[in-house]
């Protein structure tokens, strides 16, 4: 695997690859690797002749109280990780290769992307949207691997890519999880291993939701008070998130019948906010589906 840092050696490198003809895949992430991005990186793998990483943490996405400084980093670590993955270039580039000069140019989906996460993240979508489309221009990749654990985001980036009609197919790789269930996740390192403990009620707060809405509850309001009843069980975890929404606006459902919705959970533990979710299929589709 070859470490490429600048927008104009990345190019050099990808252009004979795509005069031959070779398809692209790209990964973006911001590095500190785990197994979620690794699984992000096996679909690339076998589905493109040639695979590009990006690893960036982007400050564009994060508001003056967040994380920027402290998120976690491990380069070598990463480099070993995504060459065993059989990764072919990791674009790393420092914020002054990324941005040499301060960015004038916003890419924005404003609806979908002020709610939810957008709501207490103001401008956090703006950078993400910006960032990714900066990365397509930069790679030109055939495919793009987002991880369904970032559900709102992975949204967003489809209807861009829609709406800007980007050469580019957005694939959605379902959450890699630990043993307990809980979703991987860089910011996971920030926990205490009390809160690594109390974390495992996160999926199983979805469970919860599965169960009671299998079981015929159409209410979406009951579902949210039921999953928050269920959280409550666990005095480390504080909700700041409960929404069962439609999979692709993201916006509030009525009533749960026949189309599957989205349970959105954003689950605070100490400093750590935890994100997961799961689309959920109402007992009438289940129904419908074995009619
Ligand atoms: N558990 C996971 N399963 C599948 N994909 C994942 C998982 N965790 C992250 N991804 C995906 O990997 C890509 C890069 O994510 P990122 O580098 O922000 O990692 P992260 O673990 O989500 O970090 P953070 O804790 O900062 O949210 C994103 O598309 C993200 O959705
Ligand atoms: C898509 C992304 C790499 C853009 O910075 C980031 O938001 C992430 O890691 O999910
Ligand atoms: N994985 C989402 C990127 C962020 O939290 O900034």
Known sequence: MRTISTIADLREALAEHRRAGRSIGLVPTMGYLH???MELVRRARSENDVVVASIFVNPLQFGANEDLGKYPRDLARDQALLTDGGVDFLFAPDVSDMYPRPMETVVDVPKLGSELEGAVRPGHFAGVATVVTKLFNIVQPDRAYFGEKDFQQLQIIRRMVEDLAQPVTVIGVPTVREEDGLACSS???????QERRAAAIVPKALDEAERLIASG????????????????????????????RDPETLEPVSEIEEKPVLLLLFVRFGTTKLLDNRVLAPKSARFAKVA
């Open 35 to 37: 197994v979620g991005h």
């Open 217 to 244: 509850v159409t209410e979406p309001a009951e579902v949210e008070k039921r999953v928050l009843e269920f959280l409550a069980g666990e005095p480390l975890a504080r909700p700041e998130v409960v929404a069962l």
């Open 187 to 193: 910011r996971n390192v920030y926990l205490t291993t």
